[in-house]
């Protein structure tokens, strides 16, 4: 996996830089921090297919952007490129998609190939993945106060509704700084090509914004999807 580095330009967006890391709870990270996590495999792609192949991310003329070559059975983000106030960060690198703001706020999507057993449910694999990402965060910032709850706001590219389990955390960062991170994680552990899948939005406390989170959100789709609910 490609180095990444925690070297930002405003401390604001280095916080949240390292806070971003804890949103793929599944990889194996080479940067700021680690989360330790069941089996998975990180993929330097968005649409997974094998550790090994890659395909690149095109921007489609609605402003969004996902894997041109994706698998047919490869559950893929569609992610929004061309947001007012809004700065590409990257795209399509290691499986992530990052959107940055002047005011430190970052929005991201995240995807994982995923090895487990087949006899666990998606519940199970993905709760664990909520309590590493709450405890990784308390770990490794000053404070941290997280809360996760069951959420179907995140939506498939048809608009049905997908079974996530939403993430609240609360921090204090290294700098001093109070942060705000919200993200939807579910495992897809039983898709006919198994994913671990995160999106998130994280800002200082001061410029978090609801309504800013949900717009963006709503140009965040699932594609793919065979089995929208968790059991």
Not at 12 to 18: C, D, K
Not at 21 to 49: F, H, K, N
Not at 118 to 138: A, L, P
Not at 144 to 158: H, I, M, Q, R, W
């Amino acid at each position: 996996m490609e180095e990444l580095s925690c070297q930002y330009h405003r401390k604001t967006l280095s916080i949240l830089a390292a806070a971003a890391l804890l949103i793929a709870g599944a990889t194996q990270l080479s940067g700021c921090i680690s989360v330790p996590s069941r089996e998975s495999t990180t993929v330097d792609q968005t649409s997974p297919t094998s550790s090994t192949s890659s395909t690149s991310a095109s921007a489609s003329a609605s402003g969004t952007s996902s894997a041109a070559n994706a698998p047919l059975d490869a559950v893929t983000w569609s992610f929004p490129t061309n947001e007012s106030g809004w700065q590409i960060d990257f795209i399509d690198q290691e499986g992530r998609n990052q959107l940055v703001k002047p005011n430190g706020c970052m929005y991201s999507t995240m995807q994982n190939l995923f090895s487990g057993q087949e006899d666990i449910s998606d519940k199970t694999e993905t709760d664990y993945q909520v309590e590493q990402r709450i405890n990784g965060f308390k770990r490794q910032m000053r404070t941290a106060e997280g809360k996760a709850t069951p959420s179907t706001d995140v939506k498939t590219y048809e608009g049905k509704p997908v079974d996530m389990m939403r993430v609240d955390i609360d921090y204090t960062g290294q700098d001093g700084g109070t942060y705000r991170s919200t993200a939807w994680l579910r495992v897809f552990a039983h898709e006919p090509t198994p994913v671990f899948t995160v999106v998130n939005y994280a800002c200082p406390a001061s410029a978090y914004s609801e309504a800013e989170m949900r717009d963006l959100l709503s140009q965040t789709t699932l594609a793919n999807v065979t089995q929208p609910t968790m059991k």
